[in-house]
């Protein structure tokens, strides 16, 4: 089973920060947050990953709190080409290399 | 950059059948990974290869097989098809074995079984 916990779904209007929660309650010190995300008829996309830093790209941010037990997603200028189900995943060596994917938030992007 | 490219794209077969479904990974990969995705639902892990050889398998059955040539290439097949193996199947390359490099998909093959 997944060790995450996303809401459903999430609307987000265009131009403005969408902000994707996740809780991980039970996630081991030595375990990373993953965030993929999948656009209808594409394989999943990898967006961003962390331990316990904040952690930025050139796709993303990830706010991770202090006691790790939840996570925020932002993607800063949110865009209609940004619609698709974004996956907040828990990994470390112990998966041995075995994503858990739960169902994920699909994010709508509304003009 | 060539990222990670699976053929075929689709594909259709009868019930009985037997599958064979390729994956090169990106370019400075050596372990691959495959997953079964069925419609409406996340990614599931079948097996991952690293060294040609298989360290971890999820919960699916000897009816899926895999392999891994030296050039890290490799192949997932399917014998005795069901109805129910009809779902998209990803493949995904990372480097380093079991460290935590992202593993990148493909856009996987759409297998239809009538």
């Known amino acids: 089973d997944a060790k995450t916990t996303q809401p459903p779904s999430m609307d987000c209007a265009e131009g403005r920060a969408a902000n994707l929660p996740c809780n991980h309650s039970t996630i081991s010190g030595n375990e990373y947050v993953y965030w993929y995300r999948q656009i209808h008829s594409q394989g999943p996309q990898y967006i961003i990953h962390g331990l316990k830093n904040n952690e930025t790209n050139e796709m993303a941010s990830l706010i991770i709190t202090e006691d790790r037990k939840s996570s925020t997603l932002i993607l800063p200028h949110a865009t209609l080409r940004d619609t698709a189900v974004y996956y907040c995943?828990?990994?470390?060596?112990?998966?041995?290399?075995?994503?858990?994917f739960g169902q994920g938030t699909t994010l709508q992007v509304k003009p | 950059d060539a990222g990670v490219t699976q053929s075929p794209t689709h594909l259709i077969k009868t019930r009985g059948q037997q599958v064979t479904l390729r994956c090169s990974p990106k370019?400075?990969?050596?372990?691959v990974s495959w997953y079964q995705q069925a419609l409406g639902q996340g990614p599931q892990f079948i097996f991952q290869?690293?060294?040609?050889?298989?360290?971890q398998r999820g919960n699916f059955p000897d009816r899926f097989s895999g392999h891994q040539f030296p050039n890290y290439s490799s192949e997932l097949n399917v014998n005795a098809l069901l109805l129910g193996d009809s779902a998209l199947y990803l493949c995904?390359?990372?480097?380093?074995?079991?460290?935590?490099?992202?593993?990148?998909f493909g856009d996987g093959t759409r297998l239809s079984i009538l």
């Open positions: 995943i828990v990994y470390g060596s112990s998966n041995t290399g075995k994503l858990i």
């Open positions: 370019s400075g990969h050596d372990t």
């Open positions: 995904a390359s990372s480097s380093g074995g079991f460290g935590n490099q992202p593993q990148h």
């Open positions: 290869y690293y060294e040609e050889e298989e360290r």
